[in-house]
Nanobody
Framework: QVQLVESGGGLVQAGGSLRLSCAAS????????MGWFRQAPGKEREFVAS???????YYADSVKGRFTASRDNAKNTLYLQMNSLKPEDTAVYYC??????????????????WGQGIQVAVSS
């Protein structure tokens, strides 16, 4: 039922910033918990950040202090502000939605719906 469309990726130099957006449709966005994951070449998909429907946030240690997840319920949109980007941030980034309460939002299997993924590349 939920559909997710990501935008905002691209190529940026180390130290730069990008803001990813994830637009949700198909149901009430405000009731969803949302997450960001990424998958680098040759690596497993890993948790990046999440924001629950009440606003509780979690971040991977690797991005704390640099990335900020936020949501605009009026626009049905999830954001990931990425600052001080590093080459190791290069990955395909995915947004995901969960209507389940009490799940572990750092885990992929907590999410029911995924976006198509969007490339972020950080050059040295």
């Amino acid at each position: 039922q939920v559909q997710l469309v990501e935008s905002g990726g691209g190529l940026v130099q180390a130290g730069g910033s990008l803001r990813l957006s994830c637009a949700a449709s198909g149901r009430t966005f405000s009731t969803l918990s949302m997450g960001w994951f990424r998958q680098a070449p040759g690596k497993e998909r890993e948790f990046v950040a999440s924001i629950g429907y009440i606003g509780t946030r979690y971040y991977a240690d690797s991005v704390k202090g640099r990335f900020t997840a936020s949501r605009d319920n009026a626009k049905n949109t999830l954001y990931l502000q990425m600052n001080s980007l590093k080459p190791e941030d290069t990955a395909v980034y995915y947004c995901a939605a969960s209507s389940r309460t009490g799940g572990l939002l750092t885990k992929s299997d907590a999410y029911e719906t995924w976006g198509q993924g969007i490339q972020v590349a950080v050059s040295s």
